[in-house]
């Protein structure tokens, strides 16, 4: 996982020859002004997301599977599906090239916002939108189902993670990164605090999703925030996960 702005030639020749680089996940969080203001590197070229975007395609050209991650939020949701036209016309002949997007639940850049619950529920519902259009594009690339069958919600509960600050914090989640601390590098005594889970209600037990449906209680995205946001695309990343393993094992049997 990285940001793509430090990748060249001999970085890449060596990320995959010694380190057997397969897989790069690469953060966009919009288009040249919106990016630039959002990262706002410190002794950077001119154009830092023209920079990225020239450093994916030497990926893509490498062989690695590069995956773009589009942050999504308030601030750039509508411009995000401008980004991903612009990067399907970019690299749309590349088969190793797929797009998904992620929310992080908070304004980034210059102004800072927490969301409140309804503010978080719509972004479930525009979330579902922008995930569908990559989709319908042909380059969300979704897994197979096996993929969605885990013992964890996502990184933050998972015992081998943790966020690492630039200022050597410790974390849980990536989408919630302006106070969720629990300790940092220089201190021995960790536990991290997300393992404690939210009890099952009725509806549940008969829902299609209810076994790979994991919902640690400190997670501000959950079912309380917005439940039938939540759930809808829970659903939507099952049924998509189903029809890729149905057309794999299609292939395979052909």
Request: hydrophobic share 35%; proline share 2%.
């Amino acid at each position: 996982v990285t940001n793509g702005y430090l990748f060249n030639d001999k970085i890449i020749n060596k990320a995959i020859s010694l380190w057997n680089l397969k897989h790069v996940q690469i953060t966009l969080d919009g288009l040249d002004e919106t990016y630039n203001r959002v990262k706002a590197y410190v002794n950077s070229v001119n154009n830092p997301f023209q920079h990225v975007v020239s450093n994916i395609k030497k990926l893509l050209k490498a062989g690695p599977i590069v995956r773009i991650r589009l942050n999504m939020d308030m601030h750039n949701e509508k411009e995000l599906y401008s980004l991903v036209d612009y990067l399907i016309d970019k690299f749309c002949s590349y088969n190793n090239f797929c797009i998904y997007s992620n929310l992080i639940y908070e304004d980034v850049g210059f102004k800072k916002i927490s969301h409140n619950n309804i503010e978080r529920a719509l972004l479930g519902k525009k979330h579902l939108q922008l995930q569908s259009y990559i989709n319908d594009k042909g380059f969300l690339r979704s897994t197979g189902v096996s993929n969605l069958i885990t013992t964890f919600a996502c990184n933050a509960d998972r015992n081998n993670a943790v966020l690492v600050s630039a200022d050597g914090k410790l974390g849980n989640c990536e989408r919630h990164v302006e106070d969720d601390f629990f300790g940092s590098v220089f201190n021995d005594d960790l536990v991290k605090p997300w393992t404690d889970y939210i009890s099952e209600k009725d509806d549940c037990l008969t829902c299609e999703v209810y076994p790979v449906c994991i919902r640690p209680k400190r997670c501000r995205s959950n079912w309380e925030v917005a439940p039938v946001e939540d759930c809808l695309r829970r659903k939507w990343e099952l049924h998509n996960s189903m029809l890729v393993s149905y057309k794999n094992h299609n292939d395979h049997i052909k």
